[in-house]
């Protein structure tokens, strides 16, 4: 069986914003109430998503290939634990692949991703040293001088960190084609060579321009982007609940996901302080309403954010 997580309402993603709705061609607007025609184009497109017939599924698919993921990167999952880490990863594959602006050779300088890692004042300078740290550890990028100017200093993703980038927006594509099969973007990624660099570039534009995605769920962030390991241990908890299976004992998440046991029991325990999981007699964790209700939504914004920067605008909606 796989759980519905369909939108109550088409309102609920969407009541708290004020930006000009756009880029939703080939959908009925007049579904939509005329408070939500100023919301985030974003947020409306996710609700859009949630709407059609196939997003259950989806849900269920990417969740299964989250875990799978996540499960096969071992030591790389320290950079992916919290969301400032993550958000610097995309900041440097963004410079690297704007051929546009900073020519085919990227542009991903310390200088540069100090100014976009600070700009905000969200990224703290040393989470930016230790994500290069742990890039260079794993086998992620090298560094090349400039040809111009030797102290200049260019960080580039190696063959590796580009395969998993690829894997990663695949998993992605793969669940978009579940909830849209009409538009076809993984006949789209297989018929470009170059698409996964446009996607990575235009992605990396509207993450320096406008609001991060998490942003769009502060509070669901600060815990499932916030704690470490939080957002594994999250994906493995809700393909449980949507398959109706025991989840992994802690020991077996801890394992998995290159976490101390006691890593994953302070996440558990956060998680059902803030009502995102229950536990039973024995301790053991699983979904609650509100940990599938916010899931649902996140998957949206996610799957929705990446369908826009698939191609021309008539692709998507």
Known sequence: MVRSYDARTQTHLIRDSRLPMHGLAGENESQFPRASRDADPLLVEAALLRARPGFSQAVRAYTASLVRFRGSLQLANKLLAQETRFRTLRLLLYLDADHERYGPNGGATYGRLLELCTRRKEISPRVLKTVLALLSLTGFVETRRSDTDRRLKFYRPTARMLAYAKQRIALALEAL?????????????????????????????????????????????????????????????????????????????????????????????????LGYFALDAAGAPSATPHLRDHFARWISIDLAFHARHMGPASLGY
């Open 177 to 273: 084609d579940i909830a849209q099969p009409e538009i076809r973007r993984m006949q789209m990624l297989q018929d470009n060579p170059d698409l996964i660099r446009q996607v990575l570039a235009s992605a990396g534009r509207e993450h320096i321009r406008g609001a991060p995605l998490a942003d769009r769920m502060p509070d669901f962030m600060s815990f499932f982007g916030g704690r470490e390991g939080a957002a594994p241990i999250v994906y493995t908890i809700m393909l449980a609940d949507i398959d109706d299976t025991v989840p992994p004992s802690r020991a077996e998440m801890a394992r998995r996901y290159a976490l101390s046991k006691s890593q994953v029991s302070n996440v558990i325990a956060q998680g059902e302080a």
